[in-house]
T-cell receptor, first 115, second 109 residues
Framework: DTEVTQTPKHLVMGMTNKKSLKCEQHMGHRAMYWYKQKAKKPPELMFVYSYEKLSINESVPSRFSPECPNSSLLNLHLHALQPEDSALYLC??????????????FGEGSRLTVL | GENVEQHPSTLSVQEGDSAVIKCTYSDSASNYFPWYKQELGKRPQLIIDIRSNVGEKKDQRIAVTLNKTAKHFSLHITETQPEDSAVYFCAAFDEKLTFGTGTRLTIIP
């Protein structure tokens, strides 16, 4: 199984809503990532979890709250988002210390629209 | 932090011709350089990668070259086919992966 599964595929929410994005992998990877991708732009790193501990937070606003309940699951909790937060949110996983033979695997993404 | 520049932003080539995409990076500590292909509405997928102690790597029609001294690396696609049409991202890794700005490659049948 070389898949990273993300749910939901599409999400529309109002600025006062609370929602969550979910990500799951069963490749035994111990590093998991959240990226944000706007149209025609590269993925931008938001958070990195390594061995279930938050290791990188790229100064992301607190309205985005990550959670790693176990080594296979990664959540992104969303609250009080702004319309400019509309984007494709990509989850990825890898072995720790990315490199040749330890590539990043991306999920298909959750497309978020904030009204 | 790392800064990765990528050129060109768009590239159109005739089917069967070669395509070259170039990237430069700023952080000499970066040691891993993957290339990702992203088709419309799909996830980025790794197509080839190279370590900093290797100058060139080839996989069928795709090759990557790395000049560590000059801090630049390139993707070469030979005998291009319509299914090569996509957005290609280079990236550099030093503690985290930083992506280039992307190249939209269009193969003209």
């Amino acid at each position: 199984d070389t898949e990273v599964t993300q749910t939901p595929k599409h999400l529309v929410m109002g600025m006062t809503n609370k929602k969550s994005l979910k990500c799951e992998q069963h490749m035994g990877h111990r590093a998991m990532y959240w990226y944000k991708q706007k149209a025609k732009k590269p993925p931008e790193l938001m958070f990195v979890y390594s061995y279930e501990k938050l290791s990188i937070n790229e100064s992301v606003p607190s309205r985005f709250s990550p959670e790693c309940p176990n080594s296979s699951l990664l959540n992104l909790h969303l609250h009080a988002l702004q319309p400019e937060d509309s984007a494709l949110y990509l989850c990825a996983s890898s072995q720790p210390y990315v490199g040749v033979g330890r590539e990043l695997f991306f999920g298909e993404g959750s497309r978020l629209t904030v009204l | 932090g790392e800064n990765v520049e990528q050129h060109p932003s768009t590239l159109s080539v005739q089917e069967g011709d070669s395509a070259v995409i170039k990237c430069t990076y700023s952080d000499s500590a970066s040691n891993y350089f993957p290339w990702y292909k992203q088709e419309l509405g799909k996830r980025p997928q790794l197509i080839i990668d190279i370590r900093s102690n290797v100058g060139e790597k080839k996989d069928q029609r795709i090759a990557v070259t790395l000049n560590k001294t000059a801090k630049h690396f390139s993707l070469h696609i030979t005998e291009t086919q319509p299914e090569d049409s996509a957005v290609y991202f280079c990236a550099a890794f030093d503690e985290k992966l930083t992506f280039g700005t992307g190249t939209r490659l269009t193969i003209i049948p």
